[in-house]
């Protein structure tokens, strides 16, 4: 190949060029951060069974694409929240320390990690795996976390109801119910939060009581309460529950999907922006009762559909003003 002397120069002058600007094009992709702190990771019902001989284990192997997959996200959430049911159905011991080890990649990754209690787990074992948590409950006895993200914060509530030293193949009762000391906690910050506020639990709104009065009723009296999110029911499904027929305030809520057990399955991304934040949903799968029943009659095509007709879900939340 002939090259002239123009092109030979002209060759080194660009080669020049680009190995100059190499250094500060890595510091500028040194410099952006890799987590961001208005990014909010949510997971929920995960119901990992840690025992190795057991009938279902689909719910592990989900758990663990499911983080693959976060941690393919560019930039990182900054923090992750949990909303229970992270033991299969019973709480055992083997379930918390498996899902602790699926769940080490976020941590290793620098995310911040909050767990909330669901129907079927368990304090007492859930402890033993995650003692740090008797420390920072804002309850005594109970599990109440206050995370802080910046412009928002989310107060993970404790609903588990039910005897803790159950028999071991005791689901315990599915519905929730806040201790006297958890209502009082209540009762007493949340009407004086001074920022927006998401409120959060494993259970849904309804039949849940705070100081004998509806717990909707109770979050639309606190000024700062942003909306409500909830796990349990295993699907992605965005409602409202209103004050009362006649007046016009209300509470709008969030339920999020599962990361592998039954339903929608997947994860919840929050993204704080200014006035609002948006949770967007990441739904890869959707199966009933299980990914590939053992029983006939399944409709393939109805479950690939479900995900299908959930790519691109959004819920936004119109943030208080203080």
């Known amino acids: ?4 002397r123009r092109g030979f120069l002209k060759g080194v002058c660009a080669a020049a060029t680009a190995a100059a600007a190499a250094p500060h094009a890595f510091a500028r992709a040194a410099a952006r951060p890799r987590h961001d702190p208005n990014l909010v990771l949510f997971l929920s019902d995960s119901h990992v069974n840690g025992c190795l001989d057991a009938y279902e284990q689909h719910e592990r192997a989900s758990l663990a694409n499911v983080v693959e997959k976060i941690l393919k996200l560019d930039p990182l959430p900054a923090r992750a929240i949990h909303f229970g049911d992270l033991a299969y159905l019973w709480g055992r011991k083997e379930d918390y320390t498996l899902a602790k080890e699926l769940l080490r990649p976020l ?6 990690l909050t767990i909330g209690m669901g129907n079927h787990d368990r304090r007492s074992t859930f402890l033993e795996v995650f003692p740090e948590y008797a420390k920072t409950t804002k309850v005594p006895g ?24 159950r028999a071991l193949d005791n689901m315990g009762p599915g519905g929730a119910e806040f201790s006297a000391a958890q209502q009082e906690w209540m009762v007493d910050m949340l009407p004086k939060w001074k920022k927006p506020v998401f409120v959060c639990s494993h259970w849904p709104l309804g039949g849940i009581k ?19 999110i909830h796990g349990h029911d295993h699907r992605w499904r965005k409602d409202f529950a209103h004050e009362n027929w006649k007046g016009p ?22 993204r704080i922006d200014g006035a609002d934040a948006t949770v967007s949903l990441h ?6 009762p299980e990914p590939e029943p053992r029983l006939p009659g399944a409709n393939f095509a109805l479950w690939k559909h479900m995900v299908r007709e959930n790519q691109g879900l959004k819920c936004t939340f119109v943030l208080p003003k203080a």
């Open 1 to 4: 190949m002939n090259v002239t």
């Open 107 to 112: 941590v290793d990754a620098g995310i911040e």
């Open 142 to 165: 109970r599990i109440v976390s206050v995370v802080d993200a910046g412009a928002v914060d989310f107060v993970m509530l404790d609903g588990l109801m039910g005897a803790d030293d």
């Open 210 to 228: 705070v100081k004998d009065a509806r717990f909707h009723r109770f979050l639309i009296s606190c000024p700062m309460v942003a909306g409500y």
């Open 249 to 270: 305030r209300f509470v709008k809520t969030l339920c999020l999907p599962s990361t592998g057990h039954w339903g929608d399955i997947g994860f919840a991304l929050m």
């Open 283 to 288: 739904q890869h799968d959707f199966f009933f």
